[in-house]
């Protein structure tokens, strides 16, 4: 033992005594921001990728015609200055910023965005997002092969800095989707070089060859490490932009995040370990944020099972749980109780509807199904990943069931793979799933139930529903819209094919040196606002 | 010796193509692919998928082209990591471990030998007693628990070592370094206890020590060649070891090593990362194994004249 003290004394004393200086404090005079990203992005094509850290870095590195509003609501114009709609809203007219360049110091005009979008629509590149893009008229027939004209598709550079896109009806939230890295330009030259157009493998994204057209540059990326971007004094928004340089650290273990947080080594956490949330709030961490965060926590039921398929049973596992004890007791870090799918305050959306918890009822609606008591009620199987979160609310979930309504429950936790595959197939009674919309709009997310959507997984397929959403993505009445959405939420609720559990809220930790940080429900913090300040 | 080596190598090869095609299989066999998400991929997109990475295919067609590969060299590219090829990512992390490897087993050896040889040389007393203890809770104690505690000692409460990384902060390696060496620290301390026991109750050590040699001298010069050689058989497979199972040290302390690519690459039913990596530490372990093979050839003469 004496020997191995001696050691690791040496060892420190080789590297030195003195107490290190950490990151944050140098970073203040530097403006360097020191961001714990999650995990390792897949990659830097916009096209290609998908996934939050990657959206994290897209948003430094480039841009799109609008960009999201950091304190929520509106989208502010990014790339295009300004825009106008047709009265029945299907063509938009972009006016593009005139001093926007790419990083190499070329200009951007309309046709880059043409170029981009036929890019993402061609079927061989394989890209995971085209969807964005499905309300641009001709768009769903060229990705899916019928035509191979892409002059078909409804966009189209005017001139250099005008662009035209014609939707196939209007789609209120347009705007909104033109923030997301799937709509960003890419530079056809670059991408040439180094491949095809549907080449997924090309060099374009390395240090170095990389070109774009956001407030940061790529400068260097070590994979599984960290990625820097440094400012692009480029940028037609340059003389706004004060952080000089961000580092993106992937680091995918919480406790490791927390750790590094509090040795000064990041400004700002992904997350907040699960265990240390509670304690954080109770110590009241002066770092720590909670925020309402635009997700849903839900169990979805396969409506094909002969049991699960009877209303009145999906509708009494409902009314049996009580979720304000599960945000309480079990998740514990301010989630709040869901009664609705799309979480409130989406968009200006407040659905209205309610899940009573009301075990009489739900023991009431389960005799009527044939159950009372629960007897001779099958075993039913909650199917969820395997991670320590949803461990404990299935077996909140199970103990309110069995209590409740006297029905035995079992816990089934697979790989991450193994549960997607067996969901995907329809393998599975009860499962854990969680929705994070896209864009802000309910309709990133009741547009996941309509009959034959891939995101559906459940078997429920509603005609009304189906029609209910159509009305209102044709119409570009927002009030009205909203009404229609809202008459779809209550079927859904009331037909119950997923059971809301919680709506998800972003726990993380911030330095107080960093400045121009707003909470939105789409966690969206563009670096074009953000600074170091103490 | 150089018969020995060659059929060594003879038979290392066709053990790695029995080990490429049991994976192979196996990672099909296996439920999900490799672009199952939560956010369903429309059967479109993955039909278009499939094509790219020729996964569209009959299985063993797909075989066939990966073994034609594998034989180039060519790993293939990974399917979680557009752009980067397996041997790209192996090699980006293959320094890192390899170094990280390289302190732990130094840490590994210069503590484990020491304590060993202590503790052999004034057996049953309490100088014997403490390092066996010491190392037999060592060997019990998890990294998973001993990297946070160092961390939460030497990084957070005294602020003396920064808590992660790798070549970025000064002393960033020192933790991840001792953390990884402990456990093994503690199993060559009991191997090279054990085997200097057994060559200090020797004819020759009693030779030496009549004809009046001082102890130091028995000890360094007669006792610790045959006393380590349990230690040096046990260095290759611990190499090994070390490598493919530093995915927890690297995890801990956000060290970009190949041992993070190899479980995440599971999780991600990322194949070709799968089978690039599974492949590459098969050979590394049949690498060490020689190596240390040929160690104790050089060392135990009766060995040698067996091989």
């Given at each position: 033992m004496k020997n191995s003290y001696l050691y690791i004394f040496c060892l420190i004393s080789f590297f030195g005594c003195s107490k290190a200086i950490a990151p944050v404090d140098s970073a203040l005079d530097k403006q360097i921001l020191h961001f714990g990203n999650g995990s390792e992005p897949q990659g830097l094509d916009p096209h290609i990728v998908t996934g939050v850290p990657e959206h994290h870095l897209l948003i430094a590195m480039c841009e799109g015609l609008t960009i999201a509003n950091p304190k929520g609501g509106e989208n502010l114009p990014g790339v295009a200055k300004s825009w106008t709609i047709s009265p029945d809203g299907k063509t938009y007219t972009f006016y593009l910023q005139?001093?926007?360049?790419?990083?190499?110091?070329e200009q951007l005009t309309a046709s880059d965005f043409v170029w981009s979008w036929m890019r993402i629509l061609?079927?061989?590149?394989?890209?995971?997002?085209p969807d964005m893009l499905y309300?641009?008229?001709?768009a769903p027939e060229y990705h899916q092969g019928l035509?191979?004209?892409?002059?078909?598709?409804?966009?189209?550079?005017?001139?250099?800095?005008e662009l035209k896109v014609e939707l196939t009806n209007a789609t209120p939230f347009f705007i909104k989707l033109?923030?997301?890295?799937?709509?960003y330009p890419v530079h056809k030259d670059t991408v040439l070089k180094h491949g095809?157009?549907?080449?997924?493998?090309?060099?374009?994204?390395?240090p170095g060859n990389f070109v774009c057209n956001g407030p940061m540059n790529l400068n260097t990326w070590e994979l599984n490490k960290e990625i820097t971007v440094q400012k692009n004094p480029?940028?037609?928004?340059?003389?706004?932009?004060?952080?000089?340089e961000i580092r993106y650290y992937p680091v995918s273990n919480e406790s490791t995040e927390d750790r590094m947080f509090r040795a000064g080594q990041?400004?700002?956490?992904n997350v907040v370990p699960l265990e240390k949330c509670p304690v954080y709030i109770e110590d009241k961490n002066p770092d720590l944020r909670i925020e309402p965060y635009m997700g849903t926590y839900f169990y979805r039921v396969n409506t094909n099972h002969p049991v699960l398929k009877d209303k009145r049973i999906r509708l009494a596992l409902a009314y049996a749980l009580n979720r304000q004890l599960i945000v309480d007791?079990?998740?514990?870090?301010g989630q709040l109780a869901a009664y609705s799918f799309t979480p409130p305050g989406t968009a200006g959306y407040e659905p209205d509807t309610s899940i009573p918890f009301d075990p009489d009822l739900a023991k009431s609606l389960l005799a009527e199904a044939g159950?009372?008591?629960?007897?001779?009620?099958p075993v039913l199987e909650i199917l969820f990943n395997t991670q320590e979160g949803h461990r404990k609310i299935a077996l909140a979930v199970q103990q309110m069931w069995q209590q409740n309504l006297g029905i035995s429950v079992q816990l089934v936790n697979q790989d991450w793979k193994v549960y997607l595959a067996r969901e995907m197939t329809g393998d599975f009674q009860i499962s854990r799933a969680g929705w994070i919309g896209d864009?802000?709009?309910?309709n990133t997310f009741l547009?996941?139930?309509?009959?034959?959507?891939?995101?559906?997984?459940?078997?429920w397929a509603n005609q009304r529903y189906d029609d209910l959403l159509a009305i209102a993505n044709s119409t570009n009445d927002q009030e009205l819209r909203y009404s229609y959405l809202n008459e779809a939420e209550k079927l859904l609720i009331d037909e119950m094919p997923i059971i809301p559990i919680y709506t998800y809220v972003k726990a993380y930790q911030i330095s107080?040196?960093?400045?121009?940080w707003y909470p939105n429900i789409i966690d969206t913090h563009h670096p074009k606002f953000i600074y170091l300040e103490r | 010796m150089l018969q020995v080596i060659l059929k060594r190598i003879a038979i290392a090869i066709p053990v790695i193509l029995v080990v490429a095609s049991i994976t192979f299989f196996l990672v099909r066999m296996a439920?999900?692919?490799?672009?199952?998400?939560?956010?369903v991929v429309p059967p479109q997109v993955m039909k278009n998928l499939n094509a790219v990475y020729n996964l569209d295919a009959p299985l063993l067609i797909q075989y066939k082209d990966y073994m034609f590969n594998l034989i180039q060299g060519d790993f293939g590219p990974s399917f979680r990591y557009p752009g980067r090829s397996v041997t790209e990512m192996i090699f980006t992390g293959l320094p890192v471990t390899l170094e990280l490897a390289f302190y732990a087993i130094l840490i590994a050896m210069i503590i484990g030998g020491l304590a060993g040889v202590i503790a052999a040389v004034n057996r049953n007393t309490a100088l014997d007693y403490i390092p066996m203890t010491i190392a037999m809770i060592g060997i019990c104690m998890p990294t998973f628990l001993l990297g946070p505690l160092l961390v939460l000692y030497f990084?957070?409460?005294?602020?003396?070592?920064?808590?992660s990384g790798w070549?970025?902060?000064?002393?960033?390696k020192i933790l991840p370094s001792i953390t990884l060496g402990a456990a093994y620290a503690a199993y060559i301390a009991r191997l090279s206890r054990g085997g200097m026991l057994e060559t200090l109750g020797q004819d020759y050590i009693r030779t030496a020590r009549a004809k009046g040699l001082p102890e130091y001298q028995v000890i360094l010069r007669h006792a610790l060649q045959g006393g380590l050689v349990p230690v040096v058989s046990f260095l290759g497979p611990a190499v090994a070891g070390l490598i493919g199972g530093s995915f927890v040290v690297e995890t801990i302390f956000q060290i970009p090593g190949l041992g993070r690519f190899y479980v995440e690459a599971a999780f991600n039913r990322d194949y070709t990362m799968i089978l690039g990596t599974t492949i590459f530490f098969s050979a590394l372990i049949i690498f060490f194994n020689l190596l240390s093979d040929i160690a104790v050839l050089l060392m135990n003469p009766r060995a040698r004249s067996q091989a």
């Open positions: 005139e001093d926007a360049k790419w990083s190499n110091g061609t079927p061989s590149l394989g890209s995971q997002y309300y641009v008229k001709g035509s191979d004209d892409f002059s078909s598709v409804g966009v189209t550079a005017v001139n250099d800095f033109l923030s997301h890295y799937s709509t095809s157009i549907d080449d997924r493998n090309g060099q374009w994204t390395r480029l940028y037609w928004d340059a003389e706004n932009v004060r952080l000089n990041l400004h700002v956490t007791k079990v998740s514990k870090c159950y009372p008591g629960g007897t001779n009620f864009y802000e709009d309910p547009d996941t139930l309509r009959p034959n959507r891939g995101n559906n997984k459940t078997g107080s040196d960093v400045k121009g | 439920p999900g692919g490799p672009f199952d998400a939560e956010k990084g957070i409460h005294l602020e003396l070592l920064p808590v070549d970025s902060l000064a002393g960033d």
